[in-house]
């Protein structure tokens, strides 16, 4: 049917949708990408986020042991000590992880940034069209992907404590720095069974959501003509802006025809008009020229206006082929033009003396 969108979108509608903020991305990807720094950061950070944590807390139990009389200072100088350890344990990892985010999504977007999306609309606080959203395609897509999730978890979180279960009351002997050790183990086993699962879910988000907005952009056989209408113009109104500009060309052209000092014609299927001023022009040149019916109208108005028309089959068709109006005429047609206006301005010096 006409109406159906079956075309593939043209690289004029991608770009009007990309203006609108209208772009394909996976948030998976940005989710997979931002857990796993953060995991792995924090792999990498803990003993040192672990050891400022220990100090800090034992200097302020020490402290407010040693005082009998906790005062606003004593409170404020406290307080900059555990902002200072937030700014040296906990905001790297904060900032490391939104700067992934920032990133991964930017390589999807390429680089746009789009404020006019996150403006209010009434047609949001539709109910029916958040009925309709409900029981899309792309919801069911989400939640299957969150009940796929949940279940890997689970599934790897009971195989890792399942294995592990027997090892348990011996952690009642075990140093707590050990404890904290295994147990950052454990969570790093189960953090790299689920990355594995999670990479492949985040790979098939992206295709679902490529395919989901190559989808969506679809345009109809009748949207790709009127957005050739708007780009290429009308090819009706093209052809009357066409037609108008040759009439125009042809009236200032037959304007020319009075001034020119010979006509050349073959006999009737070409008229070239030539007109040489030797104080303006370094060579004879073709103010007019036409064929068929134009070359006839040349003709009639050069015989109108007293202008000496002269048959030359081989000088009028090359002429009319090589040279554009308002050109000056090449070097090979000298000697041909030459000749011409010599006969020409003979004539004129006959009609003169007689």
Same mark, same amino acid.
């Given at each position: ?10 690289? *004029? ?6 203006? *609108? ?8 990807? !940005? #989710? ?29 139990? /020490? ?6 009389? #906790?005062?606003?200072?004593? &409170? ?13 344990? &906990?905001?790297? +990892? ?56 949940? &279940? ?21 002997? !075990?140093?707590?720095?050990?404890? +904290? ?5 454990? /969570? ?14 985040? $790979? ?57 000092? &010979? ?58 082929? $090589? !040279? ?31």
């Amino acid at each position: 049917m006409a109406g159906e969108r079956t075309e593939k979108a043209t690289p *004029k509608r991608r770009q009007d949708e990309r203006k *609108k903020g209208n772009i394909f991305q996976s948030r998976e990807i !940005v #989710i997979v990408a931002s857990l796993l720094v953060s995991f792995y950061s924090l792999k990498l950070l803990g003993p040192h986020i672990l050891k400022t944590l220990f100090s800090t807390t034992r200097e302020i139990f /020490i402290l407010t042991g040693e005082l009998d009389i #906790i005062t606003f200072s004593d &409170v404020r100088n406290i307080f900059v000590d555990i902002m200072v350890v937030f700014a040296t344990t &906990v905001l790297p +990892l904060l900032m490391l992880t939104g700067l992934v985010a920032i990133v991964v999504t930017m390589a999807q977007t390429r680089l746009l940034v789009r404020v006019k999306p996150l403006g209010f609309k009434m047609g949001r606080l539709s109910p029916l069209q958040g009925i309709k959203k409900m029981f899309s395609l792309k919801s069911v897509i989400e939640i299957l992907k969150s009940i796929l999730k949940i &279940v890997i978890i689970s599934y790897i979180i009971y195989k890792t404590l399942f294995d592990e279960v027997l090892l348990l009351p011996r952690l009642m002997d !075990v140093p707590f720095e050990g404890v +904290l050790s295994h147990t950052g183990k454990l /969570i790093m086993s189960v953090v790299t069974a689920s990355a594995i699962a999670f990479v492949a879910i985040a $790979a098939l988000d992206y295709l679902y959501q490529w395919w989901d907005y190559e989808r969506n952009i679809k345009m109809t056989k009748q949207e790709i003509k009127e957005e050739y209408k708007e780009t290429e113009g009308d090819p009706q109104i093209k052809s009357a802006i066409k037609s108008r500009q040759q009439s125009l060309s042809r009236s200032r052209m037959m304007q020319n025809v009075p001034q020119a000092d &010979v006509v050349i014609r073959n006999p009737t299927h070409y008229a070239v008009a030539i007109k040489y001023d030797p104080d303006a022009d370094s060579a004879p040149r073709v103010v007019a020229k036409g064929a068929g019916y134009l070359a006839l109208r040349i003709i009639e108005e050069a015989e109108k206006h007293g202008v000496i028309v002269t048959e030359n089959r081989t000088l009028a068709r090359g002429l009319y082929e $090589a !040279v554009e109006i308002e050109q000056e005429i090449p070097s090979e047609f000298y000697h041909a033009v030459a000749e011409t206006l010599v006969f020409v301005y003979r004539l004129r010096e006959e009609a003169k003396l007689s």
